[in-house]
């Protein structure tokens, strides 16, 4: 067997591994699990990359990034390399066929989604397999005190012991000891096997400025305009504020351009393509924009607003000076960015009377159902993500476990008449086909199929009528699309109470959102230190510096810390308060809730305030400046007047006149 030396030369065109590279190795080619903890571009994927050009199994790896799995996939498999990836950008032939490769043994290396393990199916391949390497790229998201937090994270430790992995390896920009803990603990990786780089590079100074909202501006056209120009990524917290800002810095004379996740596919792809073609572009973008970006001279990251955490704020600002040159990043600190970080945190808790609602109605389904995420999301007014995460606590602590997914509805377009379709089949295949094709409701270009209707038109089994729509499009015989997914759950106990399940559920979330605001309190801990900022950022992760680091903006300006402006937190308009409490009392059933009414009033949209239209409702975001807290505990003393007390119903019209008018100084 060739040595790693050799592989890293061969296959790779290296000469020498990067710190931690070779120990990271080394572990896992003596059939120990390891862990890699590196800052943003110091080579992790290299970690099981070459294992598995050596190793008599398949290699299994875990991302959530599409782009990155894409984009490591080209590379490798220019250099002749058997690698390819599942996700949800392939056709059907296609997982066919990288299935086929893998179970051949010409595929070694297989990048998949976490999500992919809730499909019986691919569970049922791979356990048939020899998994010599089971990957875990983001690995810090199977902590709940990760600051990225992801419910099918949860899982992978258990589909590691399930598909009889031979070896772990964990891999991971950013993790606190806490965090490693829960890693190595999770994937059984003793503590000798966790290899951390730091997240500390002399190359990379950062500087904070104190500043206030209507000066930020002036202030980052000025740093632009001094600083020679080179490729520049500016982080925001806002969809809209990206499109802001990159307008005003395009309009002052300077390649910029918007980056989120609420633009086209298409969009994006060609904004992120510009930027990595150009020595000085600048592009305005949301945490969306950076994973997976394989640009090694990045020379200026700024933090137009504050970044939600301290981990957050190292993965960010490491994206600059990969190729080892000086870099410069700079956080613009202002207090008024707090409420809408911190509304992303509790928007995300939903009301106890929900969890309640949700808990009750899944444990009277029946010992199989299935149910669509989207519909139960909407039905209890949880966020998408919030459900997942409650069913997934549900599957860990025993109570339930998720099967494969299906859709529920298929979307045709012939590229055949009906005629000519059926003409390719005889008996009853073509009596099953024509009852089929019936069945379908036709749009204006695409036919709609419901698989509950198609199978009582039909009389065959769902499985059935699913493998005749694929292989009508396997054999472009028409163009196939799916939408309505329904997931499926299998109920293994019951528990005594729904309502003290649905308490400790709420609980367990409760206790994320505290600790979701912890780390945006960090944040500003960290920028108005008095003392070295890279240090005080590397004891943040376990990693203090021996000595101050000579470069940051306390250590530069001779030991002056920044003197924050106060967060401004301003009170409640009562003209406004007195216009919401006559909305609330129009509309008990959404806004009855203390959430949910502070939800509306603070700009934080749900499931049942869209359904009610009262997202665009001219209160929504009234206020949105004064902090969450605050509203919260007045709609909570407020909230046993509302929908009982006949004064307040009586004031209902009056406050729909009211709403004809301005609404109050709260809202400027």
Known sequence: MPSIDDVLHANFGLEQFRPGQREVIEHLMAGRSAAAVFPTGGGKSLCYQLPAQLLAGLSLVVSPLIALMKDQIDRLQARGMAADRLDSTRTLPELSEIMNGVRSGRIRLLYVAPERFNNERFREAITRLRIALFAVDEAHCISEWGHNFRPDYLKLAAFAREVKAERVLALTATATPQVLGDI????????????????????????????????????????????????????????????????????????????????????????????????????????????GIDKSNIRYVYHYNLPKSLENFAQE??????????????????????????NFA???????DAVRGLIEHLFSLGAEFDASLHELSARHDIRLLVVRTLLTYLELDGHMSEGTPFYNRYQFRPRANSADILSRFEGERRSFLDKLLRAAEQAKTWFHIDLDRAVEATGAPRERIVRALDYLADQQLLE???????????????PASTAELAAQLYQRMTEREAREIARIREVLELAGHDGCLASRLGAHFGEPLEKPCGSCSWCSSGGRRAELLPHRADGIDESVWSEAAGLRAEHSDPLADP?????????????????????????????????????????????????RDPKAQDKAPQAAAARSRPVGSGLS
């Open 184 to 291: 190595c603990r999770g994937f059984g990786i003793a503590a000798d096997c966790a290899i951390c780089t730091g997240v500390y590079r002399s190359t990379l100074p950062s500087l904070v400025r104190a500043t206030g909202a209507r000066d930020r501006d002036a202030e980052l056209l000025d740093r632009l305009a001094a600083r020679p120009a080179g490729p520049t990524i500016v982080y925001v917290t806002l969809q809209r504020t990206a499109e802001q800002v990159a307008k005003r810095l395009a309009a002052a004379g300077h390649p910029a351009r918007a980056y989120h996740a609420g633009m086209e596919d298409a969009e994006r792809a060609r904004v992120q393509d510009w930027f990595l073609q150009s020595d000085r572009a600048i592009v305005v973008a949301t945490i969306a924009f950076g994973m």
């Open 317 to 342: 600002i490491g994206r600059a000076g990969r190729d080892g040159e000086k870099s410069l990043c700079e956080m613009f600190v202002c207090p008024d960015d707090l409420n809408a970080l911190e």
């Open 346 to 352: 509790y928007g995300d808790t939903p009301a106890p």
């Open 480 to 494: 196939l699309k799916v939408e309505e997914v329904r997931h499926r759950f299998r109920r293994h106990k019951t």
């Open 595 to 643: 959430r949910a009414f502070t939800r509306l009033l603070c700009g934080i949209s749900s499931p049942r305030l869209t359904r009610a239209r009262l997202s665009s409702n001219r209160l929504f975001g009234a206020l949105a400046h004064v902090p969450f807290s605050a509203v919260l505990r007045r709609a909570e003393q407020d909230g046993q007047r509302v929908g």
